[in-house]
């Protein structure tokens, strides 16, 4: 797989958390296979962090839980 020629055809789309005011927004591509990758929205050009699609998945369930009931470790 060659990451760069996978993300030149990324759909991105844009937190809903994200505002017009230029805090700190993130966007995600979900058409990349088994991979979630995540860039700044204001620097579209900038480094992608790429995570497995599960890890992604467990990130996002975490978050959403209780305060206290996260990541444990």
């Known amino acids: 797989m060659n990451p760069e020629s996978d993300l030149a055809a990324a ?3 844009t937190s809903s958390y994200s ?3 230029g805090g ?3 966007e ?3 058409n990349v296979p088994g991979l979630v990758p995540v860039r700044d929205t204001k620097l579209a050009h900038s480094p992608v962090l790429t995570f497995p699609a599960g890890s992604w998945t467990a990130f996002v369930s975490a978050l959403r839980l209780p305060a206290g009931g996260g990541f444990s470790g």
């Open 19 to 21: 505002n017009a005011d």
């Open 24 to 26: 700190s927004c993130v």
């Open 28 to 30: 995600v591509a979900g």
């Open 11 to 13: 759909t991105w789309r």
